[in-house]
């Protein structure tokens, strides 16, 4: 079975500046989670979609991030513009359901740098 | 708040030199307490559920367990390969998983 797949792994851009990322979730998967993990931190959620509907966004900067999920399967995660604390690893996970022991199956990441 | 904390923030053993990780938490009606493995480079992998107080599962040389506190995962006979960083979170009905800060495990041959 695929994994969750994630691209690019790896982007620099300076500030102001703005990035998208995509993520591919496990196939049959209804539940879609973006984390920010910053360097030497555990993952922080920043947004969740159940298909194609968002189930908490408490925590995404919406001044200049957004994210969207289309169809109910891949996702997007955008900054504009980013800022130099936007540095981070954006880890996608996805999981069959949205239940409360429901195990989340992350992709590799993509590494952030902004200069 | 719910909150996690582990300890220590980073571990060195020598090759075979058994250990353990803590995970202490706050959280008001835990469902869940999960371990994951983070590789340098990589995205977190699942290890383990654990659901209530008393609960333990085992895979090769790791074993977790739980209290109403806190959690252990147990590394007997370590080997090089066990280097990671090993990440716990913990869950409570209908809200997100809260991750520790994590431990950075190296085990030396």
């Known amino acids: 079975e695929a994994g969750v797949a994630q691209s690019p792994r790896y982007k620099i851009i300076e500030k102001r500046q703005s990035v998208a990322f995509w993520c591919n979730p496990i196939s049959g998967h209804a539940t879609l989670y973006w984390y920010q993990q910053i360097l030497g931190q555990g993952p922080k959620l920043l947004i969740q979609f159940q298909n194609n509907g968002v189930v908490d966004d408490s925590q995404l900067p919406k001044d200049r991030f957004s994210a969207e999920r289309l169809k109910g399967v891949d996702s997007t995660l955008k900054i504009q513009p980013a800022k130099l604390e936007d540095s981070a690893v954006y880890l996608c996970?996805?999981?069959?359901?949205?239940?409360?022991?429901?195990?989340?199956?992350f992709g590799p990441g993509t590494r952030l740098t902004v200069l | 708040e719910d909150q996690v904390t582990q300890s220590p923030e980073a571990l060195r053993l020598q090759e075979g030199e058994s250990s353990s990780l803590n995970c202490s938490y706050t959280?008001?009606?835990?469902?869940?307490l999960f371990w994951y493995r983070q590789d340098p480079g990589k995205g977190p992998e699942f290890l383990f559920t654990l659901y209530s107080a008393g609960e333990e599962k085992e895979k090769e040389r790791l074993k977790a367990t739980l209290t109403k506190k806190e959690s252990f995962l147990h590394i007997t006979a370590p080997k090089p390969e066990d280097s990671a960083t090993y990440l716990c979170a913990v869950k409570r009905q209908g809200g997100k998983l809260i991750f520790g800060q994590g431990t950075e495990l190296s085990v030396k041959p």
């Open positions: 996970a996805s999981s069959l359901v949205a239940t409360s022991t429901d195990t989340q199956y």
């Open positions: 959280v008001s009606g835990l469902r869940g």
